[in-house]
């Protein structure tokens, strides 16, 4: 079974900057991807960026130039560099790891941690 286990969360001024971390622990075979995702109070969960092992990059349209996302393969570890924070980037933050093999896809979770900017 895989862990997840996030660190780096809290509160933050609006233009200040928070930078999250996640470990990824257990049996991982077929490693593709590890990224974040956020979810606020009455609304969906949504990507926020994620990156494959090949070091591929995807981002949020509202985070592009903002979030910057950057793993360590050898530790299965992933961060987030968030810089020019808005109180709109308060929500829950979830580390996400995918697998995949032909056909199937398998997806793991943090346990979230809560970043609130606010002045």
């Known amino acids: 079974q895989v862990q997840l286990v996030e660190s780096g969360g809290g509160l933050a001024q609006p233009g200040g900057s928070l930078r999250l971390s996640c470990a990824a622990s257990?049996?991982?075979?077929?490693?593709?991807?590890m990224g974040w995702y956020r979810q606020a109070p009455g609304k969906q969960r949504e990507l926020v960026a994620k990156i494959t092992m090949s070091g591929t990059t995807d981002y949020a349209g509202s985070v592009k130039g903002r979030f910057a996302i950057s793993r360590d393969n050898p530790k299965n570890t992933v961060y987030l560099q968030m810089n020019s924070l808005k109180p709109e980037d308060t929500a829950v933050y979830y580390c996400?790891?995918?697998?995949?093999?032909?056909?199937?896809?398998?997806?793991?979770w943090g346990q979230g941690t809560q970043v609130t900017v606010s002045s």
């Open positions: 996400n790891l995918v697998t995949v093999r032909p056909g199937f896809e398998n997806t793991y």
């Open positions: 257990g049996i991982i075979f077929n490693l593709r991807a």
